[in-house]
């Protein structure tokens, strides 16, 4: 299947949105727990979460809040923190319907029957079925203009992880921690591991299948010159 | 375990890389083509993609291009389009290879053995291994003072996907197409589909376990006035 701009913009309203959202690929499944001023809990699923950078430790994630109320992103704006909790497997289906427009006066929490928990007297709710919780503290909104939308950044201050989940070098398993992926707008994946590799140094590059015969001699070359591979750190 | 923002700056770097990376749960796992003005390719992995909208067709990713050459974000601005393609099981360990810091006048399409494909008059390489290849029109590059780096934002011009990979109503199983999922710096996970909701509409949220007696008479309340779930639309 070939699509362009335009048959993208032609398609219905409701096949562009499964399919473009889904066409990222896996997605990172959380829930984020907010409080208004009047103790009134809100928790919404969101698969826009992106690490921004580790040091500082800076995560974002887009809102929308123009078209309809968000109760996230007003309670973030409000109060200056927030939670991020990853969705276990046993909670998806829960967790997807945190999603319905629920009125400011229901939360989350009691619909979709979840119970929040207070922690390490921080002032946003976690979400204590979830493995992995991550207390957060407002940084900044950047509004994307292009789409009215916004990216929100926020500082990590707690971080919640079972012990047993996190290796002496701080790699994290995902699937012992039975953390799902998202795609789509609905659909929810169990991960997997089937691999890690070692950092990418230019000299550890595996000789793959049929390189040119140059290669080899390249790397010797440039051997002394690699550091350590930092994606966005 | 407990971390504060004063445990985690105060971690080791690499423990931190590794942690912090992998603490918003499972990324997408693609692969961004681009070729300069010599015409020569480059390709490099990337976990930071995220979804901003779908009418437009809108995709962002992070990258840091003030601390070392990144070629990627150079040829995106000098020649406004690039290639997002999602990675396969079958491909794992090349994809993350392409991470090492190739000279530019390597090519990762040729050191990590990768198919250069160019479709549909596309001036940038799509990867013929990867299932899933999109055409990018490069749209606005959004600063991100906090730790100086960039949200890039393109548009979604060529989408090329397996017919048998999407349904009628637009939506695409991951799993069939054996698209991975990225954990921290190096992890690499396969996906397995475990569930599939409707849009949560407020009046088809399940009775989950134990909820307020009222609940039942607020989701007839308000039943009328409730439209579609529109994440991020």
Known sequence: MHLTADDIRASNRIKRLNLINAITGIKPANLIGTINQ???????????????????ALLGFIVRPTTVPRHTYQNIMHTGYYTINH??????????????????HLSEFDTCA?????????????VAECPVQIGMQFVQSIPIP?????????????????????????????????????????????LKKIGQFDYAHLHTVPNFASPPK??????????ATIGLSKPNE
Chains 1, 2 share one sequence.
């Open 38 to 56: 009047s103790g009134h809990t809100n928790l919404a699923i969101f698969s826009s979460l992106v690490h921004l950078g580790s040091n500082p």
């Open 146 to 190: 292009t789409n009215n939308t916004i990216l929100v950044i926020g500082k990590i201050v707690h971080l919640f992880i079972p012990d047993a989940a996190v290796t002496a070098a701080g790699h994290i398993n995902l699937e012992q921690l039975t953390t799902v992926g998202i795609g789509g707008l609905n659909s929810y994946y169990a």
């Open 114 to 126: 979840f119970t929040p928990s207070y922690r390490a007297n921080f002032k946003a709710p976690f």
């Open 214 to 223: 140059t290669l080899a001699k390249s790397f010797d070359t440039h051997e």
């Open 87 to 104: 969705i276990p497997q046993a909670h998806i289906e829960q967790a997807h319907y945190t999603s319905a427009k629920f009125p400011a």
